[in-house]
């Protein structure tokens, strides 16, 4: 065996070595989370010096009582926020394009702003050289109230898909 070592020390000592620092290196992570982990329960043992264990454990299970009441009345006012929220607008589309062709820059465009229902509105601007006209559309359960061109036929499948994420 002392000959194996002997023959191999070129190729054992650094790997000793290696493992040596990875062991420091381990001992020193494992002590700092350990550290963490005392935290809380060192306050629990101040708790428990000052006070004893009977009235520090009663001081506890109150602290856990009322944690338990307050997310309780959250919970219920979480409720009524996500009841409110049912009836906004969560899905939007917007196409930009040149109405006219001797208006370049993509200033007319077409938007469309759904709830989650499907209803909503379309908002179509047409940006001329000498004029700008504007049109609003209604939207109900997907469905405009009237035919679409291209580009706000193109928003209203993006706004649909926006519900979809």
Do not use: W
């Amino acid at each position: 065996m002392n000959a194996y070592i002997e023959a191999n020390a070129n190729i054992l000592l650094p790997a000793a070595l290696i493992l040596g620092i990875a062991a420091v290196a381990a001992v020193i992570v494992l002590a700092v989370q350990m550290k963490r982990m005392k935290s809380p329960f060192s306050e629990m043992a101040g708790l428990y010096d000052d006070i004893g264990t009977e009235s520090s454990l009663q001081f506890l299970l109150k602290g856990v009582d009322e944690n338990r009441e307050f997310i309780r009345g959250h919970g219920e006012d979480l409720k009524v926020i996500l009841g409110k929220l049912e009836g906004c607008f969560k899905g939007i589309g917007m196409v930009k394009y040149n109405a006219f062709e001797d208006i370049g820059g993509n200033q007319s465009y077409s938007i469309c702003i759904l709830t989650g229902e499907k209803n909503g509105f379309m908002l179509t601007n047409l940006v001329g050289r000498n004029s700008t006209r504007g049109y609003a559309i209604e939207v109900k359960n997907g469905e405009p109230e009237r035919e679409l061109g291209d580009e706000e036929t193109e928003a209203l499948a993006y706004a649909l898909r926006s519900l979809e994420d």
